[in-house]
């Protein structure tokens, strides 16, 4: 397994296959030792015939042969699967390094998002359900920094706001308000409806 299928990032499910398969590996080549030792001890190197050259009668030659042989390609397959096991681990700790560094990246613009938002001047402390400020989607503790040509640099009272939508019934205004810390546009549209004046909600001065 030197790369998962469809060339997908490497998982710590990944990292965990390629350990169990470093110990079965492993297991393996204890199993061909403890085989070896069983034939007299001969171990990797010791000599397969006797002092006169013949073929040594004491141990099953075939099977030490084949037990040599199965832990040189173990071996070979260890090294591969160590390898594997370094690079996973390496593209994992190097993906949580960028999924950090993202994750702080983040959270800087959200906090540099936090700092740059627009003053509010009002505030709305109560909607009128089925009224135009409910159908148009403005919200109880919505602050407003943008309502139609007001602002916070030449807000000065209530009228301001009165005057605007006065002057605006029946056509759509531009209102932002920040709601739950970021900036939010709301198309208000000032009009006659079953309740109470042209909007359906009470806005209070905010005091800076």
Known sequence: ????????????????????????????????????????????????????GFPRADIDLYQVRTARHNIICLQNDHKAVMKQVEEALHKLHAREKEKHARDEAEALAEAMSQQSLPQAF?????????????????????????????????????????????????????VTVIRGGRRVHVG????????KGLLGCNIIPLQR
């Open 1 to 52: 397994m030197a790369e998962p299928a469809g060339g997908r990032p490497v998982t710590v499910s990944d990292v965990q296959q390629l350990v169990r398969r470093k110990d079965e590996i492993e297991a393996q080549i204890k199993a061909c030792y403890e085989l070896l030792e069983g034939q007299k001890g001969v171990g990797m190197h010791e000599p397969l015939v006797d002092a006169e």
């Open 122 to 174: 009002a505030k709305v402390n109560a909607v009128t359900p089925g009224s135009p400020a409910s159908v148009s989607g403005l919200q109880v503790d919505d602050e407003i920094v943008e309502f139609g040509s007001v602002n916070a640099n030449n807000f000065q009272n209530l009228q301001n706001i009165a005057m605007v939508v006065q002057h605006s019934e029946g056509r759509p205004l531009s």
């Open 188 to 195: 208000l549209t000032p009009k006659r409806w079953s309740g």
